[in-house]
């Protein structure tokens, strides 16, 4: 069986190998892939969009139907991921930590036993202890502001420099992700609520695809952000790079709550209660 | 020998690809544990997505961003001094919509083990034959 395999996979490869004898030159400006549609986005992307970055004008604003089911996918990856793992029937550990933060001693509380209240003095612990750790928890809680900075500058200058909704909203995402890992999850539940992020993923896809509903009420086609130049207040060839603008913040905002959800459920196998 | 080494020297890019992409099949068709198959299908991505990327790139053309003042007007931009943006457009989206993907793999890897209680394929056959 092993042997098989490999040698349909080697085949394959010597198949693939032979067929790129035939292929365009590395850097080639005429191969066929630079040659048809591509030629045509370079030299009109300024005129048609005034935007300067080529790729995020081909992705919000060309191939728009395609980002936008893109971000469906994306969206429809998160709720899977809720569906297949999210359990609400919470398993009574055997024994629970509770750290006594001002002398930093580790408490051991056995099923049925007094569990400390909700105080300043008193943090529960995951089951897999690990030592408080003054270095990362302090390095994270200075770090994560400047990351998120950073995430929403790659999201508001997706037009004029490599960036765009993609890329802003994954370091944004790795960003809690980062807060989830250096504390633990129970706190970022806490400032970012399963709710919260759930709601979030609707509502960047509901950017999305409202910013394209809207141009439709102005008889123009389906994500023709020109016809919104009346609605923003200016001409329509401006109008098409805030509409890309409107779409990159909805497509940021989705995308960085999938992560966070992928990471919730995940990291806790769904009960988003002990996590790494 | 000269013909050879510039043969070489002009497919060794997508030659590594395709390597990648028949470590990325060994991994989903022949291992027989699911956390492997889905590093597996992860390194086929990835020599897909630098596959796409390399059919982007252009010998002496820049990033396609077109340099621009404001209010400048209109330059036009002329295709040989860019490179082509569409692999990149395509990728971009792949790229985000593989890590996405890979949550949903890892969340059925995780729902497979807390049924079976093993990740092997063979051993969850087995149990699958048994429950007949």
């Given at each position: 069986m092993k042997a098989m395999g490999l040698v349909l996979v080697v085949i394959l490869g010597g198949m693939l190998i032979f067929g790129s004898?035939?292929?365009?030159?590395?850097?080639?400006?005429?191969s066929p892939a630079s040659s048809h549609v591509s030629p045509y986005y370079i030299e009109h992307t300024l005129a048609d969009t005034?935007?300067?970055?080529i790729v995020t004008a081909v992705l919000a604003d060309y191939r728009g139907y395609d980002t936008m089911f893109e971000t469906i996918v994306i969206f429809t990856a998160g709720i899977a991921c809720i569906f297949l793992l999210r359990t609400f029937t919470s398993v009574e550990p055997v024994s629970r930590l509770y750290r006594h933060i001002p002398t930093g001693i580790t408490l051991r509380i056995k099923k049925g036993g007094k569990v400390p209240e909700d105080s300043s003095d008193f943090e529960r612990l995951d089951a897999a202890w690990v030592p408080y750790d003054l270095i990362v928890k302090s390095t994270c809680r200075r770090i994560i502001p400047f990351i998120q900075i950073f995430a929403l500058y790659v999201i508001a200058h997706g037009h004029h420099s490599p960036g765009g909704g993609f890329q802003g909203g994954v370091i944004l995402g790795a960003s809690l992700i980062l807060f989830a890992i250096a504390f633990d999850l129970r706190s970022a539940i806490r400032r970012i609520s399963e709710r919260l992020t759930a709601f979030l993923c609707a509502l960047g896809v509901l950017i999305y695809a409202g910013t394209g509903a809207l141009s439709m009420l102005y008889?123009?086609?389906?994500?023709?952000?020109?016809?919104?130049a009346g609605l923003l207040g200016v001409d329509p060839v401006s109008a098409r790079s805030h509409g890309i603008l409107i779409v990159e913040i909805g497509v940021g905002i989705a995308v960085m709550a999938v992560m966070v959800i992928l990471y919730y459920n995940l990291a806790s196998a769904g009960r988003q209660d002990e996590g790494l | 020998m000269d013909e050879v080494m510039a043969i070489f020297v002009s497919r060794i890019n997508w030659w590594v690809y395709i390597l990648l992409m028949m470590i990325g099949l060994y991994g989903i068709t022949i291992k027989q544990n699911f956390m492997k198959k889905v590093i597996g299908l992860s390194i086929l991505q990835t020599s897909v997505i630098l596959f796409f990327v390399s059919i982007g790139a252009k010998k002496n053309a820049t990033i396609p961003i077109i340099e621009h003042a404001h209010d400048a007007g209109y330059s036009t931009a002329e295709a040989?001094?860019?490179?082509?943006?569409l692999p990149h457009v395509l990728m971009l989206t792949a790229i985000v919509v593989a890590v996405a993907t890979l949550g949903v793999a890892l969340a059925l890897v995780i729902k497979i083990y807390r049924q079976?209680?093993?990740?092997?394929e063979d051993e969850i056959l087995q149990q699958l034959g048994e429950d007949k």
């Open positions: 004898l035939d292929f365009p030159l590395w850097g080639d400006p005429h005034s935007v300067p970055n008889k123009a086609n389906y994500l023709d952000y020109g016809a919104l | 040989g001094h860019f490179i082509n943006p079976y209680n093993t990740l092997e």
